[in-house]
């Protein structure tokens, strides 16, 4: 087992691809703290958890809300005697024409995604330093690095959650701290799911033309990336035995970005 000992912190765990990283973490031997706004399903992922054998504590997480980050990783701390793997993975989805886009949702997109990995990171790296190690994991996207229309608020917070990740590395390598990105392409989970008809209805296109052509036009095989392969990296990345590993985004999207 890969994360044997391992204390895992993941945000967004009730669903979608942050459940199936604890999930796998777990399997690697990972005991998890399992975070997210909706407290039931973060309870039913700790819960499958447990069934399975592992070891899961499920905490009712806005990640926006400075004082619940805090005392959500300090439980995980007392509970479990240390935080070796952080996952900032919470995220929400809201597409509109920048004419249209209400100011009040390009706020609440940058504050989940970017606020929510700030909050997290130094709550975090307040338990790890003291250690001298820890590895902080973000979940950026392909829109890290390349844009799209209608998703103004989302690029604009992906691309920060890419730079934060990359001064982390900075200030957290001196402290035995690694940091990295992952950015998937298109993963069918709910996020993706919700998004399919609303850019259906904003490009005047079929919601069949939205997943051939934009959602994966570019794939060098017309296959979305799976819940399977981004966890797999998320693996990897905790298990990663050196600081060699820092600073790097890694991109499973079926050749949709090559960076
Ligand atoms: N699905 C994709 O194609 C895809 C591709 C690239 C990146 N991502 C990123 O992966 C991450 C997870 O997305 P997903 O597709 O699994 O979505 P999802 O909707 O299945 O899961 C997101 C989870 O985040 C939780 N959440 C939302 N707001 C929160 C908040 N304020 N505080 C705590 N938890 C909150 C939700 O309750 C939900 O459980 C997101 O950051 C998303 O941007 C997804």
Request: contains cysteine.
């Amino acid at each position: 087992m890969r994360l044997e000992g391992n204390v895992a912190l993941v945000t967004g765990a009730g669903s979608g691809i942050g459940r199936a990283i604890a999930e796998a973490y777990a399997r690697e031997g990972a005991r998890l703290a399992i975070c997210d706004l909706d407290e039931a399903a973060a309870r039913t992922t700790a819960s499958a958890i447990e069934e399975a054998g592992g070891e899961a504590v499920a905490i009712a997480m806005d990640v926006t809300d400075e004082a619940a980050v805090n005392a959500g990783v300090d439980e995980t701390a007392n509970r479990f005697g240390r935080i070796d793997t952080m996952v900032s993975n919470a995220g929400i989805q809201i597409v509109h024409p920048i004419e249209d886009f209400p100011y009040d949702e390009f706020r609440k997109v940058v504050d989940i995604h970017l606020g929510g990995a700030f909050l997290l990171t130094r709550a975090c790296v307040r338990h790890m330093y003291p250690r001298r190690s820890g590895s902080l994991i973000y979940m950026g996207s392909v829109h890290s690095h390349e844009p799209s229309p209608l998703k103004s608020a989302y690029v604009a917070a992906k691309h920060g959650m890419l730079g934060l990740c990359r001064v982390m590395a900075r200030e957290g390598g001196r402290h035995g701290v690694r940091s990295n990105i992952i950015c998937p392409g298109f993963v069918k989970t709910p996020l993706v799911e919700r998004q399919i008809p609303e850019q259906a209805r904003d490009l005047g296109i079929s919601q069949e033309e939205v997943v051939e052509k934009v959602m994966l036009g570019r794939t060098v095989d017309g296959e979305f990336t799976t819940l399977e392969d981004v966890a797999d990296i998320a693996v990897f990345l905790a298990s990663f035995r050196s600081s060699a590993l820092t600073g790097q985004s890694i991109i499973p999207s079926h050749g949709w970005y090559m960076g």
